[in-house]
């Protein structure tokens, strides 16, 4: 600091802003080993709300059942065909699929990659999510292709005087 | 009076460790596995004050 003065210009790397900062803007050692532990406790805060609703359902409380809800009637849905429709909340979309006679299945679509909704691919009989070409086997609901991993939760489905029911929302057979 | 960088190196661990039990954790949920999530919620927890005491026994160690 001293000796700068009568030597024109002094050996200074910044000649526009002559404030010396005394480098606080410097990230040292001290500095990012408090913001490694400052992101630990970012991490450990931000599970607790996915803690939270785990124990949550683990104590039975996830358990209630929904409403019966009807979905469509018998004759409006002709074989091979799809509906969508939301369960069990109004925002949940969900889709069935008429696979024969008897034999329907229903899955929430939203896509278990990214929740893109998944459609209904008729002459391809797969169920596609167009989002990133993840594609669903339409039997079980459990990925085929693409990037998910995990099967749709499928939807338990009853037909009662001719009219389609959602019941409740199947668990994962752990 | 080289500092050491030993802290550093454990800290940039328990990061790691805190980013790969994250996934885990979210995981299991949407598996519904919940005892699993639980599981990973705690190690994810127990994280934090490792990093502080990591922090603390470290930041004056010298090499
Ligand atoms: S969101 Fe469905 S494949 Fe990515």
Known sequence: ?174 | MKRSYIGIVILCFILFLNIIFTQSMVHQFFYENYVNTLIFMGLNLLLFPTAVIAYKKTIDVLE
Request: proline share 7%.
């Open chain 1, 1 to 174: 600091m001293s000796n700068k003065n009568n030597k024109i210009p002094f050996s200074e790397d910044n000649y526009t802003h002559n404030i010396n900062r005394l480098n606080e803007r410097k990230l040292d050692r001290r500095g990012f080993m408090k913001t490694l532990a400052g992101a630990a406790g970012v991490f450990a805060i931000s599970s607790i709300p996915w803690g939270a609703v785990a124990a949550k359902e683990l104590m039975g409380l996830g358990e209630k059942e929904y409403p019966h809800k009807k979905i469509a009637d018998v004759d409006e849905l002709p074989i091979g065909d799809a509906v969508e429709f939301k369960f069990p909340g109004a925002h949940d979309d969900a889709i069935l699929i008429r696979l024969s006679e008897n034999k329907y299945v229903a899955y929430q679509n939203a896509c278990t990659h990214l929740r893109c909704p998944v459609y209904w691919v008729k002459d391809q009989g797969e169920m596609i999510c167009p989002c990133h070409h993840g594609k669903f086997d339409v039997e079980t609901g459990s990925p085929t292709a693409g990037p998910p991993r995990r099967p749709l939760p499928e939807i338990e489905i009853k037909v009662k005087d001719s009219a389609i029911y959602a019941v409740k929302v199947k668990r994962y057979e752990a």
